[in-house]
């Protein structure tokens, strides 16, 4: 019997190609996008090209020695190589400018200048550049103007720069801003599963649908059906994550770390989780299917969002402003399980997500059934 | 053996009384219908009396048992034709009443039987691939009437299956409902449509309000009210001592007589002769006339004089 309605449950949903769409297709080509959206911003980074700059060739730059070799040591070739210089009279600069082969023109005069014809990050960079040179060349001035003598080891701790910061991983991973994105759209693909669980309540509730009286005038215990149904559902949603992950894996290159078990066990939290929400909202809602179907993409879009699936910052404002939202979130607690897997090696964080997750969805299931074994119906 | 007994059945919506102390006893082997207009009680009390709906007040016994949600040797021989078409259309024909089959019968070999059975006593043989969309309103019905029916229940209720049919379907389904009595099944057969109930039903229950107004035969009902059968006589013209004198002809209730359509028109209490007696009069006053038609009453009828509405109003 359970075979029996299990297997003809996992082929009423699998035909359901509405259902297939928002919940395989739709999370498939929003990673897409994501893709081709964010996907140049590390290639960008990575693949740094030295930023070609004009330097107006006129006799007061020929007189600044210091900030000559400032920039001649920025544009030597190698690994390290920030600037392309090119040396121009002033008009042949404003004609590189014009036909955007340089970023910007450093012209020195009184003051150090610089002329941009756009805003952008090498713009940006130009200008820290220009503005830590004339920090540095300040403070050294006014260092040496109230005590000389100390001109030579201001000399020597220019040159032995030091930072007092350190990076510290607390993995092997290379730190990603991007996969930022990927784990919430993981996180949503698995709420998405609310969508299966939505549909069963509506098909298994006799004041829901026909089929429901149907199968409640059937001599089959409801808990037998329920159980059944939501193993189906589960089943379809798990299969579902599992081809998004390996489209991410294998088709865009996404990397999710080599702990494979985990991220398995993520994909099942959340899939239960997801069909729980479904069924928590198909069964404590008394509305029509069309409303508790906007409320659905309403809540885990919303979800969703605050797990920073449409920008990334919102997890980090959510965890420092209101962190119990956090903890109660599934999609926050989905993709938290994804980023401490990729970022740390210990699994203490991991398994506190994986733990609410299996909690928040034994919550809802519990407010379900009670609602979903009623046995008799006030009207239909 | 009574299959099902109600016994004072209340059922009530806020203020609206759906169920009004309602009773009902479904002997085995009959086909009982319950007639009456749209929100009369009807599709209420058959969702009381498979335990889907709360009630007020009264008992509900199935095969002489008390009717609950967990009475699963009685649900496991009734059988449910909804008003609504109860299939899944992502499923084919042939998977819908395997699997609602499935719901009754454990054994593979045993529902594969019944499942062809089923679809051989519909007429579903060349559609048994097709999924619901594909079929027409008549062929949905008819596969709704299937996954119902198909475990073989010993009491089969159907809640007005016919709505939205077209005639050669209906006239298949009254059919269908018809050989599953003559093959042992109990049926329960609500309608609004009178011409259905009176033609395929054993036993009528006339219901209105959530009340039972009348139970009984066609005929027994028809013989409670004081009304025969009317004579309608095409005439260009009649006398008005005509109709004045036509009343006092044996059995004639009323007499009527319209201008515009040139129609006389007779109501009888019953009796024998009439038609004849009507036209030796007419015969005796040299009045000529057209055509002549004689109309049986109705259960419709019947339930105007009852209640004093139409069963569609």
């Known amino acids: 019997m359970f075979m029996h309605v299990f297997s003809y449950r996992l082929k009423c949903l699998i035909r359901d190609k509405e259902l297939v769409f928002w919940t395989l297709l739709f ?7 994501f893709y081709f959206a964010f996907g140049h911003l590390t290639t960008e980074l990575e693949g740094f090209e030295p930023i070609k700059a004009a330097v107006v060739d006129n006799e007061a730059y020929r007189r600044n020695t210091q900030f000559r070799q400032v920039l001649e040591s920025l544009s030597e070739e190698g690994k390290n190589q920030l600037l392309d210089l090119t040396l121009a009279d002033e008009d042949e600069a404003g004609r590189l400018l014009e036909e955007g082969s340089v970023a910007g023109i450093i012209t020195v005069g009184d003051e150090i200048g610089l002329t941009v014809k756009q805003s952008g990050l090498n713009q940006s960079i130009l200008k820290s550049i220009l503005e830590e040179y004339v920090h540095t060349v300040n403070t050294v001035s006014s260092i040496i103007s109230k005590n000389p003598g100390a001109v030579w080891q201001l000399i020597g701790d220019i040159q032995d720069r030091k930072t007092y910061t350190q990076q510290i991983s607390f993995s092997d991973a290379v730190p990603d801003t991007m996969l930022g994105h990927f ?16 549909r069963n309540t509506i098909d298994v509730q006799a004041d829901q649908s026909p089929q429901g009286a149907r199968r409640s005038v059937a001599p089959t215990h409801k808990l037998y059906v329920v159980l059944s149904d939501s193993l189906a559902a589960f089943a379809i949603s798990f299969l ?44 404590f809602i008394r509305t029509s299917e069309s409303v508790k179907t906007g409320i659905l993409i309403g809540s885990s879009m919303l979800m969703s969002f605050l797990a920073g699936l449409m920008w990334v910052d919102m997890k980090e404002v959510v965890a420092r402003n209101a962190p119990v939202l956090a903890y109660i ?27 609410m997750l299996f909690l928040i969805s034994a919550v809802m299931c519990g407010i379900s059934f009670v609602h979903l074994r009623r046995e008799r119906y006030a009207s239909l | ?73 009685s649900k496991r021989n009734i059988g449910i034709v909804m008003q609504n078409v109860a299939v899944f259309n992502e499923l084919r024909v042939d998977e819908n009443i395997d699997y609602f089959c499935g719901l009754y019968v ?64 209906r006239n298949n389904i009254l059919e269908g409902i018809r050989e599953l009595n003559r093959q042992g099944a109990t049926v329960v057969y609500t309608s609004h449509y009178m011409e259905e109930v009176e033609q395929l039903c054993t036993r009528i229950v006339i219901m209105d309000k959530g009340k039972t107004l009348a139970d009984g035969t066609a ?3 028809k013989a409670m009210i004081d009304r025969g059968e009317t004579i309608t006589i095409e005439m260009y013209a009649l006398d008005p001592v ?13 007499a009527h007589y319209s201008e515009s359509d040139g129609r006389l028109l007779v109501s009888y209490d019953n009796g024998e002769h009439n038609l004849l007696n009507l036209l030796d009069y007419l015969k005796s006053r040299n009045t000529s006339f057209n055509r002549v038609f004689t109309a049986q009453p109705t259960l419709n009828d019947v339930f105007l004089e009852m209640t004093g509405r139409e069963l569609r109003d």
């Open chain 1, 27 to 33: 999370p498939i080509v929003l990673a897409t996008f």
């Open chain 1, 183 to 198: 784990y919430a759209l993981i996180a949503m693909a698995c709420l998405y599963s609310a969508f299966w669980g939505l």
């Open chain 1, 240 to 283: 579902e994550v599992l081809v998004l992950i390996a489209y991410l894996a294998f088709v865009l290159g996404i990397s999710f770390g080599s702990q494979i078990g985990y991220v398995l066990l993520t994909c099942v939290a959340g899939c239960v989780a997801g069909v729980s929400f479904g069924n928590f909202i198909g069964t």
């Open chain 1, 329 to 355: 979130n599934p999609a926050a607690l989905i993709s938290d399980a994804f980023y401490s897997l990729y970022v740390f090696d210990t699994h203490r964080r991991f398994f506190i997500n994986i733990g």
């Open chain 2, 1 to 73: 053996m009574v299959m099902i007994n109600v016994q004072d059945l209340v059922k009530r919506y806020g203020d609206l009384v759906a169920l009004d102390h309602f009773n009902l006893q479904v002997p085995e082997g009959e086909i009982v219908g319950l007639l009456g207009p749209n929100g009369s009680g009807k599709t209420t009390s058959i969702n009381c009396i498979l335990a889907l709906l709360k009630y007020d007040k009264g008992t509900v016994e199935v095969f002489g048992k008390p009717m609950t949600p967990d009475a699963y040797d």
């Open chain 2, 106 to 169: 454990k054994d593979p070999a045993t529902r594969r039987r019944l499942v062809q059975e089923a679809i051989d006593f519909v007429g579903l043989g060349e559609f048994r691939k097709c999924y619901p969309k594909k079929l027409s309103g008549g062929l949905l019905r008819r596969l709704n009437i299937a996954c119902g029916i198909a475990h073989k229940p010993k009491l089969l209720i159907f809640d007005e299956p016919t709505v939205g049919v077209d005639p050669q379907s």
């Open chain 2, 219 to 221: 005929e027994e009902l």
């Open chain 2, 242 to 254: 005509d109709l004045e004198r036509i009343p006092q002809l044996p059995h004639v209730v009323r």
